[in-house]
């Protein structure tokens, strides 16, 4: 477990491309956080140090995934916060996402899936502590 006090957003990012290296193929990534808390920031950190050679949004039904793409494995950002229905219907489309067993899921905001998620997964937890600074814990064992 990693626990630090970033008090920039550039902070965050650098934290978060640290972090990267310890992210392996397949992993699951889950952001918690308020709003506003850094768990985008932190997602941009870790496609900054991911060699990323394209981007797209899955689909104008599925504007809330958005995938990264790399040489022979893809990031998949998931965004649940405006989503409504979140079920296990929405569990099997993140399951596609990982046919590749490299794809690397990235999920934000992932308390309102709770109940799907895999036990193997690194949780990442962004805490407000002032206007510049948040405390952030990366649980990854
Ligand atoms: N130490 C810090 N780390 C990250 N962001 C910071 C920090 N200090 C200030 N900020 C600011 O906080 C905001 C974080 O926004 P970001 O979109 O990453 O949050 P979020 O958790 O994804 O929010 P949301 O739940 O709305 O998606 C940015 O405007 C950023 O500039
Ligand atoms: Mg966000």
């Not at 489309?93 to 899936?113: D, G, S, T, Y």
């Amino acid at each position: 477990m990693i626990s630090k006090l970033t008090n920039s957003e550039g902070e965050t990012l650098e934290l978060a491309m640290k972090t990267w290296k310890d992210i392996q193929d397949g992993a699951v990534v889950c952001l918690y956080g308020d709003l506003g808390s850094g768990k985008t920031t932190f997602m941009k950190g870790l496609a900054q140090s991911a060699d990323i050679q394209g981007f797209r949004v899955k689909s104008p039904t599925y504007t809330y995934i958005r995938e990264y793409k790399r040489k022979e494995n893809s990031i998949f950002h998931i965004d649940l916060y405006r989503l409504e229905e979140i079920d296990e219907l929405l569990w099997r489309e993140i399951e596609e996402l990982m046919e590749n067993p490299k794809n690397i899921i990235v999920i934000e905001w992932a308390e309102r899936m709770e109940q799907y998620l895999p036990i193997k997964r690194i949780n990442i937890r962004l805490e407000y502590k002032g206007p510049d600074s948040r405390q952030i814990i990366i649980e990854n064992d």
